[in-house]
T-cell receptor
Framework: GENVEQHPSTLSVQEGDSAVIKCTYS??????FPWYKQELGKRPQLIID?????GEKKDQRIAVTLNKTAKHFSLHITETQPEDSAVYFC???????????FGQGTELSVKP | DTAVSQTPKYLVTQMGNDKSIKCEQNLGHDTMYWYKQDSKKFLKIMFS???????INETVPNRFSPKSPDKAHLNLHINSLELGDSAVYFC??????????????FGEGSRLTVL
């Protein structure tokens, strides 16, 4: 079945710096890769997603890149702000049964 | 209006008890899910229903039994609770079928603590 590995598990940056979170997936048939943000004590919420026919997608300060050959995808956050502090999850939708499999999560801390 | 609502939000109980968590969505979605988030924040899928039909049943102990009376509701019943069942349980729904990409809308979570 699909397996998603996410790194790093924790990331601390200064306000204004960039943050990059990387994920790899195992199922080459996966075709949908969302990113979710979970603030402390809250529910996970979708912040950006990318489909397998696209290599890059950007939405204001966040961008996601996908390398299908290497089975890698990454989240890039520029000009980080303290409110970006949260746990970020990558995920991949496998082709078997439509399961959305999540990575282990990255706890991002943005220091003012 | 809350899109995906779960009750109760907090549940503290003794080992061996039986408890239920209820979930309702008013988004008109066909697909609903239960995810378990453990103390290390890992989100793991447990079950998925598409229009009341069980679609995904991960390797979950038989003590966990989902029930979907209609496509807007997906409840989770847990028998003989164990310490390891302590976690946050998230209900979610999706506007598209399980085999099609679509955003997951999560409920607020139900924090279960087994003593």
């Amino acid at each position: 079945g699909e397996n998603v590995e996410q790194h790093p598990s924790t990331l601390s940056v200064q306000e204004g710096d960039s943050a990059v979170i990387k994920c790899t997936y195992s199922d080459s048939a996966s075709n949908y890769f969302p990113w979710y943000k979970q603030e402390l004590g809250k529910r996970p919420q979708l912040i950006i997603d990318i489909r397998s026919n696209v290599g890059e997608k950007k939405d204001q300060r966040i961008a996601v890149t996908l390398n299908k050959t290497a089975k890698h995808f990454s989240l890039h956050i520029t000009e980080t702000q303290p409110e970006d502090s949260a746990v970020y999850f990558c995920a991949a939708l496998g082709n078997q049964g439509g399961k959305l499999i999540f990575g282990q999560g990255t706890e991002l801390s943005v220091k003012p | 209006d809350t899109a995906v609502s779960q009750t109760p939000k907090y549940l503290v109980t003794q080992m061996g008890n039986d408890k239920s968590i209820k979930c309702e969505q008013n988004l008109g979605h066909d697909t609903m899910y239960w995810y378990k988030q453990d103390s290390k924040k890992f989100l793991k899928i447990m079950f998925s229903y598409n229009n009341k039909e069980l679609i995904i049943n991960e390797t979950v102990p038989n003590r966990f039994s989902p029930k979907s009376p209609d496509k807007a509701h997906l409840n989770l019943h847990i028998n003989s609770l164990e310490l390891g069942d302590s976690a946050v349980y998230f209900c979610a729904s999706s506007p598209l079928g399980v085999a099609i990409t679509g955003e997951l809308f999560f409920g607020e979570g139900s924090r279960l603590t087994v003593l």
